[in-house]
C-alpha cells in the first residue's frame, strides 16, 4: 500500500523560505513520476510542481515558476518543495501525489490532479505579510 508523509509546513513571512519533505513507502519509488499540489480554503486543489522519475524533468505552475524547486532522492524515497520568495497567496495546504501507473506510462509527469491516484495528508503553509 502506497504511503506518502509530508513535513515541513509552518507559519513564515512573506519573503520567506520553506523546504517541504514528502517521504514514500509502499512500492518501488524511483519507478514513478511525483507531484506536489495545493488547496487554498474555498478553492480547487491546483498543480504546484512534477518531477519524473529519475528528477531530470520539473514542471511548474507558473505562480510558483522561479520561486520553487521540486526535486527527489530515489535512495531516501523522499521528494521535496523548496519554497523561496513565499507570498501570501501561496497559503494552502499542500499535498504530495504520486500517479498510479509507472512513469512509462505517462509522456511527461501529470499535471492534472485527476491523474494522480495517491495523496499525502497535505502540510499546512501559512505566509503572513
Known amino acids: 500500500q502506497v504511503q506518502l508523509v509530508e513535513s515541513g509546513g509552518g507559519l513564515v513571512q512573506a519573503g520567506g523560505s520553506l523546504r517541504l519533505s514528502c517521504a514514500a513507502s509502499?512500492?518501488?519509488?524511483?519507478?514513478?513520476?511525483m507531484g506536489w499540489f495545493r488547496q487554498a480554503p474555498g478553492k480547487e486543489r491546483e498543480f504546484v510542481a512534477a518531477i519524473s522519475w529519475s528528477g531530470g524533468r520539473t514542471f511548474y505552475a507558473d505562480s510558483v515558476k522561479g520561486r520553487c524547486t521540486i526535486s527527489r532522492d530515489n535512495a531516501k524515497n523522499t521528494v521535496y518543495l523548496q519554497m523561496n520568495s513565499l507570498k501570501p497567496e501561496d497559503t494552502a495546504v499542500y499535498y504530495c501525489a504520486a500517479p498510479p501507473n509507472s512513469a512509462t506510462y505517462y509522456y511527461t509527469p501529470p499535471t492534472d490532479f485527476r491523474q494522480y491516484g495517491y495523496w499525502g495528508q497535505g502540510t499546512q503553509v501559512t505566509v503572513s505579510s
Open positions: 509502499g512500492r518501488t519509488f524511483s519507478n514513478y513520476d
